[in-house]
């Protein structure tokens, strides 16, 4: 039986300022970002895509992330009490961020960045798709540092104990999503992205790649206690994922049939 080592969620103290691994995990995925946006424009050879776009996507992809995450938990997480407690919506420092949040703002905020650029909006996803699974990975490393979203109950050699929970010894769920997410949603992405594409498919596999990886591990994560699990028995994750899939599908469908 394995036990979570409760780690302290700074990292350093330098002085009165508290630098927190979650903010470490944040800086190391947009690093991890630039530097395989270089390898990738590499390989792409297009000039339409050079480091100063890679520079502007990261600006405009962090303030998509930032702002659609956290109105993201608004809306799909907590809707009652922030419309009850409006102000704390900007107390960020308090935690509450959604993926599914931050990924549609990051679509906005690509959306305008294409429209500046005069690029096509698939063009831009396309590039940046096989970026995000590092920066999802680390993330869930600062979710595991953290000891938050954990796993249901489970009777496996692996099973952990989160002490700040309770004594159930249960699914290391950020470690599954760190290596499905992150792990190997980067290599499938990264293999396919090797060779051109037609516009849109590798954003569409994206979509699968990460709604089904997160449909999947929703079944061992524990459900959030304010919402539990909704209909059919499945957790806000899910549904929020299975549109994802769908979308991804129809995507990766329309781009071959154009291309054919």
Do not use: C
Request: no cysteine.
């Amino acid at each position: 039986m394995l036990i979570h080592p409760q780690f302290d969620p700074v990292a350093i103290h330098l002085g009165p300022l508290a630098v927190h691994w979650y903010g470490l995990m944040y800086l190391a995925g947009f690093l991890t970002f630039l530097w395989l946006g270089r390898k990738r424009i590499t390989i792409l050879n297009e000039s339409r895509l050079d480091n100063r776009l890679l520079d502007d996507l990261l600006f405009f992809g962090v303030l998509g992330v930032i702002l659609g995450g956290r109105l993201g938990y608004v809306l799909f997480y907590k809707t009652d009490y922030y419309l009850s407690h409006p102000l704390e919506i900007f107390f960020v420092w308090q935690g509450g961020m959604s993926f599914h949040g931050g990924f549609l703002g990051v679509l906005v905020a690509m959306a305008l960045l294409a429209r500046r650029k005069n690029l096509r909006w698939l063009e831009i996803t396309d590039f940046i798709a096989p970026l995000v699974p590092p920066g999802l990975a680390f993330g869930r490393i600062g979710n595991f540092i953290n000891g938050e979203l954990w796993g249901r109950p489970a009777d496996i050699p692996w099973a952990m104990i989160f002490p700040r929970v309770d004594n159930l010894p249960r699914h290391p769920s950020q470690l599954y999503e760190f290596a499905l997410e992150g792990l190997l949603l980067f290599v499938i992405l990264w293999s396919y992205a090797r060779k051109k594409r037609p516009v849109g498919m590798i954003s569409g596999l994206f979509l699968i790649g990460y709604g089904g990886f997160r449909f999947l591990v929703e079944f061992t994560r524990e459900p959030d206690d304010f919402l539990g699990l909704l209909s059919l028995g499945m957790s806000m994750g899910q549904w929020l994922s299975l549109p994802m899939v769908i979308a991804g599908v129809a995507l990766m469908a329309v781009s071959k049939k154009r291309a054919s």
